[in-house]
């Protein structure tokens, strides 16, 4: 994978960022269980594959999803160079104070077995009211400017409370899960303006949830059933897909990666067999008819997360 600059923040990143929520296993969020074994893994076979970065939080699993990064980190003897692993800050205990994101970065650093964090996002503060976040937001940057931390991110869903935070200054990344997809654009204003910002742009959450990895099977869209009218565009998309000998969880992929205002898209490892998957898939060649058609069978707004305009 050639790779991009994310932002300004002077990193270089494979287009494809591995997600590591569901490597702390989470059944009652993915509806299986993934075994440390296993885990592990796949994170050694991720260190020796095209893709160089990924992505975890200090609160996946209670921290197993670092406690198992850390693990292989340790089996392979040190990072390979190059690569890069992303955390988060997040609250516990009903708390989220500039103490607790300092806790929380200490252990962090400790699962992983890492002195260096290069990138650390604040998580999911739109759960929280805007103004008692401001000590965990200070202390984030504190950090940063003390030289605990490397550079600052912002991530989570509600686009309209994640730009309250954009207003702050200070981010130098934003993640957004579930809302740029083939069946939702509710991500664009926020993502033009982080572009228009200097800030990079990073897309997760790419497949729905597993609808667009599974139109067969999965009936959930961001983890809430989906409307009847986005299913029927989900079977209609898988429809077209096979008609040009594609899957469609490759054109959900694609439709991602292969945007240039897009600098990583992030995409769980739970399987070995998935990184060998996505090698495959970055190669096919997706016509311009199919992604012509697959644009015109986008749901209308009031079936996407937000509804309304941000």
């Not at 994170?43 to 406690?67: A, C, K, M, Q």
């Not at 690569?83 to 806790?103: H, I, Q, W």
């Not at 400790?110 to 965990?136: C, I, K, N, Q, T």
């Not at 609808?211 to 986005?230: D, F, Q």
């Amino acid at each position: 994978m050639i790779k991009r600059t994310l932002g300004n923040t002077g990193l270089t990143v494979s287009p494809v960022c591995a997600g590591g929520s569901g490597l702390g296993s989470m059944p009652a969020v993915f509806g299986y269980d993934v075994p440390r074994e296993q885990a592990v893994d796949v994170v050694l076979r991720l260190f020796d594959s095209p893709v160089s970065w990924i992505d975890t939080s200090n609160g996946y699993s209670d921290g197993e999803s670092e406690r198992r990064i850390g693990q292989a980190i340790r089996e392979y003897g040190g990072l390979p160079d190059g690569f890069l692993v992303a955390t988060k800050v997040d609250a516990k205990g009903g708390e989220y104070s500039g103490a607790r994101v300092r806790a929380s970065i200490a252990e962090s650093k400790e699962r992983l077995g890492l002195d260096d964090l290069p990138l650390v996002y604040l998580h999911d503060p739109e759960a929280w009211d805007f103004e008692s976040m401001r000590d965990a937001v200070d202390t984030l940057m504190q950090l940063r400017a003390d030289g605990e931390i490397g550079h600052v991110g912002l991530a989570g869903g509600d686009t309209r409370e994640l730009s309250r935070y954009l207003d702050l200054g200070g981010f130098e990344v934003l993640l957004v899960h579930n809302r740029w997809s083939l069946v939702d654009r509710s991500a664009a204003g926020i993502f033009e303006r982080a572009r228009a910002e200097g800030i990079a742009v990073v897309n997760a959450a790419i497949y729905g949830g597993g609808i667009l990895a599974n139109p067969s099977g999965a009936t959930k869209y961001a983890y809430r059933e989906a409307p009847a009218a986005l299913l029927e565009a989900v079977a209609e998309m898988d429809k077209a897909c096979r008609e040009y000998g594609v899957d469609l969880a490759t054109a959900a992929l694609r439709f991602s990666v292969d945007d240039p205002g897009i600098a990583g898209t992030v995409v769980g490892f739970s399987k070995p067999a998935r990184i060998e998957a996505l090698t495959t898939a970055l190669e096919v060649d997706l016509p311009g008819e199919l992604l012509n058609r697959l644009g015109s069978l986008l749901p209308s707004r009031q079936y996407w997360v937000e509804k309304e305009t941000t």
